[in-house]
């Protein structure tokens, strides 16, 4: 089982940056053919796909609403993946999580098994 720990949200005013991070652990198991990927959910709001990021670190996927602004990464050495995203606006207030499927490529949001609890991330005009 994958299990998923966000750390990283915060206050920040607009225009600013914030690097949230999200570590990764498997009992006893290889995170590899694991894709891993950002979401949020703000208040009143259906949760909404961020960005998500292949095994391998070299397929990566954006929403419209973020890209250009945020960037997905991973260690695998370190079973980490990371949000840094620089621009925020207040639109971008939400509670971010991450989350695991099996396979090396992102499939979308019915293929997650995992889930992590989540960082508040607010953002001031």
Not at 9 to 24: D, F, Q, T, W
Not at 54 to 67: E, F, I, L, Q, T
Not at 100 to 114: E, L, P
Request: net charge positive; hydrophobic share 35%.
């Amino acid at each position: 089982q994958v299990q998923l720990v966000e750390s990283g949200g915060g206050l920040v005013e607009a225009g600013g940056s914030l690097r949230l991070s999200c570590a990764a652990s498997s009992s006893g198991r290889t995170l590899s053919n694991y894709a891993l990927g950002w979401f949020r959910q703000a208040p009143g709001k259906d949760r909404e796909f961020v960005a998500a990021v292949s095994w391998s670190g070299h397929n990566r996927r954006y929403a419209d609403s973020v890209r250009g602004r945020f960037t997905i990464s991973r260690d695998n050495a370190k079973n980490t993946v990371d949000l840094q995203m620089n621009n925020l606006k207040p639109e971008d207030t939400a509670v971010y999580s991450c989350a695991a499927h099996y396979g090396s490529v992102w499939y979308g949001v019915k293929f997650v098994t995992n889930w992590g609890q989540g960082t508040q991330v607010t953002v001031s005009s």
